[in-house]
């Protein structure tokens, strides 16, 4: 019997699976690490903690299975996306990364996006947008707030790739990371050498990995000192996974042209498969073979979900009661009783893509309870999910159900409220920890055991619950959507300006 070993490197935690070749998931273990976040829309994390808690995790995961360790015959890893970290010779971090949620770069996505570089096109239609989350515009703030750290760095990379050198000694990039973040056109020549000219920073360049694998391919094997570390042999494949939303893609089945995937947890994203490029205000991509080969993928995406319901459990002094909750929330009407939250708690990703856009909560009385805010925000969550659909539909990209996973998919009252909002039906499958799903099914196929990623969606991947809208639901959500959609630019005005405080 040979097992396969998954890692999920997310932005709370990171989580060890040990699968069988079924898919199923024999033990886990999850490890916490710290988050540092400070003025100016800046989160960070120390990637030392990063290895430390693959360690702990893998040996954890590893003892709850109770197998046998030499059995594990392959790894796949898939993390946070555009968590930048700047390194040295040793692969050493000579900073705090800059995780996935800092958009401290603001200023200099605009400076990007003002180059009017032909790497643009890659999302919206043809010139941008760019977000101040992504790798160029974040590489960008060091090489002008920190030029030493640039100057010093022997690679300037992700936590993806950070894995990848401390488990291999090689350093190689992952296709789904670079074709998603850095403008990477795998159909266009490669690398986007006229746009960080024009920036001022070639050096980035010789400073990104110099391989590029995509998800599925075997980077290397373990190396003496990794496997010594994770108590495993030096024979474990390491297969090339990608972004954890991206790989969980795959965890939820999605490959084919009209699908969609909700891949939930701190951040919501939204993904559909295509045969042909397609570009459009408020939609990113489309993204060439950076999941499938031969297959684009369209993009939206929410920066604050899952993390907004965190934040109202650090508000109340402690740990939600989730099943009170849920209990109570779903006996309020749709509008929470007229409560109304923008969810743009760290900025906008789509359809806006305006980082200095700030989360909001409208309509509260001395009425409202806890259970209030917790529908609300829940609500606030669909409907933005609902406005990136209604930017595919323009698009011309319909989907007609949505397949979550992730912490979303635990609740059976989000749920609904996502297909009520969205007015299509909602489905998870058997299994909802996509991110890990997916990496034992290209784990799979990078040891042999399956002939395609989409064989091995077929063998791994079961149906599970399906969630029909509710009619009634749907015509109310379609009159709080126009309510909703006001928020934006009436907010924007108000926060603008030097009185907007330290988080614009």
């Known amino acids: 019997m040979s097992y396969l070993l998954t890692v999920d490197g997310g932005t709370e935690s990171l989580r060890a699976r040990i699968h069988d070749l079924q898919g199923n998931c024999l033990g886990s273990c999850a490890v916490a690490y710290p988050t540092d976040f400070s003025a100016g ?18 040996r954890g995961a590893v003892a709850d299975a109770d197998i046998d ?40 996505a605009e400076s990007v996006l003002a180059t009017g570089d032909a790497a643009l096109a890659l999302n919206g239609q043809g010139a941008g947008p760019v977000s101040a989350e992504w790798m160029i515009p974040k590489a960008l703030w060091l090489k002008r707030h920190e030029p030493q750290t640039v100057e010093r760095a022997h690679r300037i990379c992700e936590y993806q790739d950070y894995l990848t050198y401390h488990l291999t000694g090689e350093w190689a990039a992952s296709l789904d990371n670079v074709g998603l973040r850095w403008h990477y056109r795998n159909d266009a020549g490669g690398w986007p050498v006229s746009l960080v000219e024009s920036l001022g920073i070639a050096e980035l360049l010789d400073k990104w990995p110099p391989r590029v694998v995509a998800p599925g391919e075997v980077v290397g094997t373990l190396s003496a ?5 994770l108590g495993l042999s030096t024979k474990v494949k390491l297969v090339q996974g990608g972004a954890d939303a991206l790989i969980g893609m795959i965890g939820l089945g999605v490959a084919q042209p009209g699908q969609l995937a909700l891949i939930t947890g701190s951040s919501h994203l939204l993904f559909g498969v295509t045969r042909e490029a397609m570009h459009a205000p408020g939609v990113w991509g489309a993204y060439a073979d950076i999941v499938y080969p031969d297959r684009y993928v369209v993009e939206g995406g929410q920066t604050s979900t899952g993390s907004i319901i965190n934040w109202l459990g ?7 009661d989730f099943e009170s909750l849920n209990r109570r929330a779903a006996e309020l009407p749709p509008g929470a009783d007229g409560l109304l939250v923008q969810d743009h708690f760290q900025g906008n990703r789509t359809p806006h893509t305006d980082a200095a856009s700030r989360g909001a909560i409208v309509g509260l009385t001395l009425a409202h309870e806890q259970h209030h805010l917790f529908r609300a925000i829940m609500e606030g969550i669909g409907l933005g ?15 007609t159900e949505i397949t979550v996973g992730g912490g979303a998919s635990a609740s059976p009252l989000w749920l609904q409220i996502h297909a009520d909002t969205a007015g299509v039906p909602v489905v998870t499958p058997d299994s909802p920890d996509a991110p890990s799903n997916g990496c034992a099914i290209l784990a799979a196929y990078g040891a042999g055991h399956v002939d395609s990623i989409d064989d091995g969606i077929a063998t791994m991947v079961s149906p599970g619950r399906r ?26 005005g108000v926060l603008e300006g030097p009185a907007s405080g330290p988080w614009a």
């Open 41 to 58: 829309a800046r989160a960070e994390q120390d990637p030392a903690d990063w290895w430390r808690n693959l360690v702990e995790a893998t």
């Open 69 to 108: 360790a030499d059995r594990i015959e392959a790894m796949c890893c898939a993390t946070t996306c555009c968590s930048v970290v700047a390194l040295d010779e040793n692969g050493d971090a000579l900073r705090p990364a800059l995780i996935w949620m800092d958009v401290r770069a603001s200023a200099e």
């Open 225 to 229: 000192k990794a496997a010594e570390a």
């Open 467 to 492: 969630f029909e809208p509710i009619a009634a639901n749907v015509t109310a959500y379609d009159e709080l959507l126009g309510r909703y959609q006001a928020l934006y630019p009436a907010l924007k």
């Open 385 to 399: 999910t609902r406005t990136i659909l209604d930017a595919f539909r323009n698009a011309g990209y319909t989907g």
């Open 314 to 320: 650090r508000l109340s002094g402690g740990p939600l």
